[in-house]
Nanobody, 122 residues
């Protein structure tokens, strides 16, 4: 089992900044991928950003240049620095970890945080 605990959501005005953090705990031998997704009512969860063990990042076009994903290997965490926020960024944000229970595990474990609300007012 992998548990993810998020923090850092809230409400800001357009143009403001927020930082989201997520820490993983539980049983896993390695982390394949860490990331952030977001979801608005009536819509599917969408990718915001991911980061690989080697630090390679991937961003949704809508957040490129404004959001930065980072990780802390020693604490099994992932962060999302969000700058120049827009009302369209309003959503519930979920952190995501893809892990391996054992070094030789063939199937990854996909885990989600509980979600943290981000509200950006005009």
């Amino acid at each position: 089992q992998v548990q993810l605990v998020e923090s850092g959501g809230g409400q800001v005005q357009a143009g403001g900044s927020l930082r989201l953090s997520c820490e993983a705990s539980g049983t896993f031998a390695s982390i394949d991928l860490r990331g952030w997704y977001r979801q608005t009512p009536g819509n599917e969860r969408e990718l915001v950003a991911t980061i690989s063990p080697t630090g390679n990042t991937n961003y949704a076009d809508s957040v490129k240049g404004r959001f930065t994903i980072s990780k802390d290997n020693f604490r099994d965490t992932v962060h999302l620095e969000m700058n120049d926020l827009k009302p369209s960024d309003t959503a519930v944000y979920f952190c995501y970890f893809q892990t391996r229970r054992f070094i030789y595990s063939l199937d990854p474990t996909r885990s989600w945080g509980q979600g943290t609300q981000v509200i950006v007012s005009a």
